[in-house]
């Protein structure tokens, strides 16, 4: 029977981490994400006649992931690890400044190896800027985040509109005036040509539709 060494036990226990690592990586869409992993040893581990089994306790934050290693046999033991990681991904980073409320759009960005352990939404697809614009001003150099990002106004309040009711085969449409800004999906209010104000979700850029009626994707 083969017998784990103590540094073949925190070997395996690191392994173990970064391939929990890497699934998250997947699931977020990450690129080219490296991982740098280390298992704190804080007392002498024993050799292990059996087969170790590594299992995830608690691996929600990268800077401090608990795993339990665990020896089978009447003479097994169970210990606990805490690894801490470093992660790398090719992320969006700002390439020019960009003013809060403006577009960002993708030369605005360049996408470079960054350290992502404490960023839990950084960019990773150039896609995922269209149609958003900043949320606050953003500086050339900083590294880009989701939460940075809103979704851009298609309307400003007094634009006019065209409010659209679409129902089965038959569609009514209007003109109105809106009452507030908003991006796509938003609802707000709009004043249609009768003088009656109603609650609208914005559709695109100038047309609306009753708020009632359900959503079409």
Known sequence: MAIST????????????????????????????????????????????????????????????????????ADGWKYDFIVRAKVTATVAVMAADVAAGKPVIGADVAFEQRDITLVPDPVSDEAVLL?????????????????????????????PVRIVARREQIEVSMAGEALDPGARGTVIRVRNVSGNVIRARITGSGTVEPAELPMVN
């Open 6 to 73: 103590s540094d073949q036990i925190v070997a395996r226990v690191e392994q173990v981490a970064k391939e929990y690592l890497a699934k998250s990586a997947e699931t977020a869409g990450w690129r080219d994400a490296k991982f740098d992993v280390a298992a704190a040893v804080t007392r002498v581990i024993p050799s292990c006649k059996g087969k170790i089994a590594v299992e995830a306790a608690d691996v929600r934050q990268p800077t401090r992931m608990r795993l339990i290693a665990e020896c089978p046999g």
């Open 131 to 159: 149609g958003m614009s900043a949320r606050r001003s953003l500086r050339n150099g900083e590294l880009l985040r989701q939460s940075m990002l809103v979704e851009a106004q298609v309307i400003k309040r007094g634009d």
